[in-house]
């Protein structure tokens, strides 16, 4: 048992100081002064910190993405250290443009092996390519039969690296993956990578004309990859779609056009659209290429998943987001969204996933995952398998 004393707690939404009691890998409760022997109980002066929820980054190339430049240029698994320092707690993983040399099986076996390291993980199968590639051979029996998937993607559209799916296609993939969902109690969500194609977020909108599939059952990521982009994102977030920022990003893009995360979620939130159809996710791991007007590699940098918790951070002090709405979306929106239960609060009864964040800077300072210390006074108590 762990008592973390008179914190400053956002659950998201504020709840002033209180204390927080964890057991068995769970909030207890949370009330102010809990009374609890230390010899049952480790106490924890938590009056220095603010405590909230462990974030969630529900796009991360957990066994490393890339190729777009030969072998030389695929990028690196993630190691448990470098979603620690970036106060992460649950991470889903999925693949991108490589669905040959990296598979969703080989998904499945890494963020099992990151639980037991001390993170919560889920997956989404498949790839960019549709027909996508599966475990058991389809989109539903992966999210019946495989307790980590949860959804499908990230399918690319309006992409040059993308399979080209017809309508028909892409319909019946979405379509799977709800009756799927629906079968297995999960999000069913379908991941969607957009591109800088000049066609958007048209096969969404066609799907909503055309299909009874509603808007919330897609995900469409990198949202703010360009202006044109964002704007179209503005538009199907007010018709009750979902949008996802990438948090990871270069000097290059943003100066191409890239709108950045912080600024993102404050024009959109100016906008008039509701927060609960926002999350953030860092695209950890995944490469970030920049091609010629011919499609030729002109350079590869690599996403970081500590570019989630920063841009939370710069949405705060530079774009005067409230803290509570800032953490909402990387924190109970993807929760909600993915269906994610026990995760993305602080409450009774939800697992015991904690960032503790300096109340001036909004550094992460302290990580317990499950009830367990990963962080503790800034430095990494717990790290990978070979790290």
């Known amino acids: 048992m762990l008592l973390l004393r008179n914190a400053d707690i ?16 769970r909030i207890d409760r949370i009330e102010p002064d809990i009374l609890i022997s230390e010899n049952y109980c480790s106490i924890v002066d938590a009056s220095s910190f603010v405590a909230v929820p462990g974030l969630i980054d529900a796009h991360v190339h957990i066994t490393g993405g890339g190729g777009e430049g030969g072998c030389a240029t695929r990028t690196p698994e993630i190691v448990l250290s470098d979603a620690v320092r970036g106060g992460i707690t649950t991470v889903v993983g999925c693949l991108g443009t490589d669905g040959v040399t990296r598979s969703p099986a080989a998904l499945v076996a890494k963020a099992r092996g990151l639980d037991e390291e001390g993170l919560s993980t889920f997956v989404y199968t498949g790839d960019y390519a549709v027909p996508t590639r599966t475990i058991t051979g389809s989109i539903e029996r992966d999210l019946l039969l495989i307790d980590k998937v949860i959804g499908v993607g990230e399918v690319a559209l309006s992409d040059h690296r993308s399979t080209q799916p017809t309508f028909e296609e892409f319909a019946r993939l979405a379509s799977e993956a709800r009756r799927g969902g629906i079968l297995s109690g999960k999000a069913g969500i379908v991941n969607v990578h957009v591109g800088d194609g000049r066609r958007g977020l048209s096969m969404l909108r066609r799907i909503l004309e055309e ?30 779609g979902l949008v996802d920022f990438t948090t990871s990003t270069v000097p290059a893009w943003l100066e191409e056009g890239e709108v950045k995360c912080s600024r993102g979620l404050r024009l959109m939130i100016d906008a008039g659209v509701e927060v609960l159809q926002i999350t953030f996710t860092s695209d950890g791991q995944g490469s970030m290429p920049a091609f010629d007007a011919e499609g030729r590699l002109q350079r590869l940098d690599v996403g970081r998943v500590t570019s989630l918790v920063s841009e939370v951070r710069d949405a705060v002090l530079h774009e005067r987001v409230p803290l509570e709405t800032a953490l909402q979306v990387v924190t109970s929106n993807p929760a909600r969204i993915l269906k994610l239960r026990g995760k993305g609060q602080l409450a009774a009864g939800a697992d015991a996933d904690i960032a503790l964040l300096d109340p001036r800077t909004l550094e992460v300072r302290g990580v317990i995952a499950r009830g367990r210390w990963l962080m503790r006074d800034g430095e990494v108590v717990v790290k990978g398998t070979f790290e």
């Open 10 to 25: 956002f659950a998201p939404a504020p709840v002033g100081r209180a204390d927080i009691l964890l057991a068995g890998g």
């Open 211 to 240: 299909t009874e599939i509603p808007a919330a059952q897609f995900l469409p990521t990198h949202i703010n990859r360009n202006p044109a982009l964002f704007a179209e994102g503005i538009a199907w977030a007010k018709a009750g």
